[in-house]
């Protein structure tokens, strides 16, 4: 099969590998019919994270069953399904805790971006569609591989209910799935915080009610304007940097809750979390936890996640679709296998 | 007036100050009827905080009132009232969200272990009960002023419901007033942690269903034992130091949230959380956002957070009162003035 390996920042290479077999009775191959890059793919890429040998990579996908162990009993040869980036048991304390990303039998796969993938622990990890999905909603499909149920997952860690008023930082693929998930959790007021024009429209398409371009203190005077002077109820921190979750702890009001998906680099300040009474929640999404919740909304068309993916290629231009990324000249890259 | 003063560190005197006064139209002046010493009470009596000058002390009462400003509408001279140990507007976008701690025209006391006390902004902060209450219900009554609301804030913020696993760390009045928290919100195992017999024995009165002594690693494994081996849904830090809040954190599955009360010294492990999925929010306790769901509760008997004062003296013994209390040799002292 044609699989998507890094050798070294910048040097992404489709290769052939062996085809994945069955190693295990729980486990299904599943033939992907689309993948994506991620903006922690980027990690690598830019040279942020050691690459001590050529690795297989890639963790996002959508795909049609091709074979299944005997252990297998929800999904079938021939199944369009839906997988999250890390397998999961969802059948141990922890998942019904509803936890899956930190399943203690869950893992990662041995890269996505590639025709064909093992994925252990089928029946707790992929959810089937319906039936056979139309081609225009696969992207939609795709996103709930990881940066749908990762949006969702911010705005259900900041408690995000109807009336609120959110903020969301962070204008890429994750940031804008949370103003998607915002406004279907009843949002009354959701403010994108982006400088891009482009991801401006996206957030007014997706719901978002206001946009505010500044950062820093001028970034939070401007959400203050909007929110009665004291900040927002909740905010969404879909970056990772620090300057990014100052920026969402900053904007809500006394009380106020950060829905923290972007990977916290450094410490927090909990005296300055404390004497304002804030809070701070979040890791990394349970995909299978939100599945059963948000692929109807997918199916039924009633969200458009997939316009994210400003970018489609084919999977020998996967070197392209990272390219693209990394000069920020596409919100999301999808990958047609 | 008779009126607490700290000189330096240990060195606690009942002096004659003059009465206070109303001077601004919101203000009231109150006779208190029982005030006590609290565990921050201690921090200057310690010398962990400076003293620079001889200070009026103390900031939990309830009394009568004496005299209100013409602005005053909602209590009146002979009126039992209970207020917090911040006194709050109670009409400002913050205290509309129930963050009355962080109420921008907020503050504090010019000392409460004293006869008499001027409360700025009497309607927003003090509730009148029902009637002269029997004088056996007082002490549950000034729990209000702090404590019980603080262990309340901790259950609150924690996220606590019904059929929750709680693990609560800290024996003191905070920490016991959590446990009685935690059972009013329904929780159905309630986790002490405490190392004093005495203690163990209140936090069983009030509904602890379980108490492990051992901490660190050790209490870890202890509350995973009781938790299907994942730990706990919630957490509540009564403590307010590193040891604790990590007991906190590390008690509590992933997924699970930690309510703090403690203040933080120090800075909190924002990756430990992040890749475990845990939350924490706390702070200072918006009392009178409580005072109207709480109140009926002690003066219909249902909850008896009193019991926390294991020792009474008179106002005069006030000296005596911090030692008792500086030396563990009462979970929390009364005073009646």
């Given at each position: 099969?044609?699989?998507?390996?890094?050798?070294?920042?910048?040097?992404?290479?489709?290769?052939?590998?062996?085809?994945?077999?069955?190693?295990?009775?729980?486990?299904?191959?599943?033939?992907?019919?689309?993948?994506?890059?991620?903006?922690?793919?980027?990690w690598?890429?830019?040279?942020?994270?050691?690459?001590?040998?050529?690795?297989?990579?890639?963790?996002?996908?959508?795909?049609?069953?091709?074979?299944?162990?005997?252990?297998?009993?929800?999904?079938?040869?021939?199944?369009?399904?839906?997988?999250?980036?890390?397998?999961?048991?969802?059948?141990?304390?922890?998942?019904?805790?509803?936890?899956?990303?930190?399943?203690?039998?869950?893992?990662?796969?041995?890269?996505?971006?590639?025709?064909?993938?093992?994925?252990?622990?089928?029946?707790?990890?992929?959810?089937?569609?319906?039936?056979?999905?139309?081609?225009?909603?696969?992207?939609?499909?795709?996103?709930?591989?990881?940066?749908?149920?990762?949006g969702?997952?911010?705005?259900?860690?900041?408690?995000?209910?109807?009336?609120?008023?959110?903020?969301?930082?962070?204008?890429?693929?994750?940031?804008?799935?949370?103003?998607?998930?915002?406004?279907?959790?009843?949002?009354?007021?959701i403010?994108?915080?982006?400088?891009?024009?482009?991801r401006?429209?996206l957030?007014h398409?997706?719901?978002?009610?206001?946009?505010?371009?500044?950062r820093?203190?001028?970034?939070?005077?401007?959400?203050?304007?909007?929110?009665?002077?004291?900040?927002?109820?909740?905010?969404?921190?879909?970056?990772?940097?620090e300057?990014?979750?100052?920026q969402?702890?900053?904007?809500?009001?006394?009380g106020?809750?950060?829905?923290?998906?972007?990977?916290?680099?450094?410490?927090?300040?909990?005296?300055?979390?404390?004497?304002?009474?804030?809070?701070?929640?979040?890791?990394?999404?349970?995909?299978?936890?939100?599945?059963d919740?948000?692929?109807?909304?997918?199916?039924?068309?009633?969200?458009?996640?997939?316009?994210?993916?400003?970018?489609?290629?084919?999977?020998?231009?996967?070197?392209?679709?990272?390219?693209?990324?990394?000069?920020?000249?596409?919100?999301?890259?999808?990958?047609?296998?």
């Amino acid at each position: 099969m044609k699989a998507t390996m890094i050798h070294a920042p910048g040097d992404i290479r489709l290769e052939t590998r062996p085809d994945p077999v069955i190693s295990e009775p729980t486990d299904a191959i599943v033939r992907t019919v689309a993948t994506c890059v991620c903006g922690s793919d980027l990690w690598p890429y830019r040279g942020d994270n050691d690459i001590p040998e050529p690795n297989p990579i890639g963790h996002e996908y959508v795909g049609i069953v091709e074979e299944v162990g005997s252990a297998v009993s929800t999904v079938s040869p021939g199944d369009f399904v839906v997988g999250g980036f890390l397998y999961s048991c969802n059948d141990c304390p922890t998942c019904h805790a509803g936890m899956h990303a930190n399943c203690p039998r869950g893992g990662g796969y041995d890269g996505c971006q590639a025709e064909l993938i093992r994925v252990p622990l089928a029946d707790g990890t992929l959810v089937a569609t319906p039936g056979a999905p139309d081609r225009d909603l696969i992207p939609s499909l795709l996103t709930l591989s990881d940066v749908m149920c990762t949006g969702w997952h911010a705005a259900i860690s900041a408690g995000v209910g109807g009336g609120d008023s959110v903020v969301v930082v962070g204008d890429g693929a994750v940031g804008l799935c949370g103003v998607i998930a915002a406004k279907q959790l009843g949002a009354e007021r959701i403010i994108a915080m982006s400088r891009h024009a482009d991801r401006q429209d996206l957030a007014h398409r997706f719901g978002a009610t206001d946009i505010i371009a500044e950062r820093g203190d001028e970034g939070v005077a401007a959400v203050r304007a909007l929110t009665d002077g004291i900040g927002s109820d909740r905010a969404l921190e879909c970056v990772g940097s620090e300057d990014a979750r100052r920026q969402a702890v900053d904007s809500v009001r006394p009380g106020g809750m950060v829905g923290l998906v972007g990977l916290p680099h450094g410490g927090l300040e909990a005296e300055r979390l404390f004497w304002r009474n804030k809070g701070i929640r979040g890791g990394v999404a349970p995909v299978r936890a939100y599945l059963d919740e948000l692929l109807p909304l997918v199916w039924n068309r009633e969200i458009d996640p997939g316009a994210v993916f400003t970018d489609h290629y084919p999977l020998d231009r996967v070197s392209d679709a990272y390219a693209a990324m990394d000069q920020r000249r596409t919100v999301k890259a999808l990958l047609w296998t």
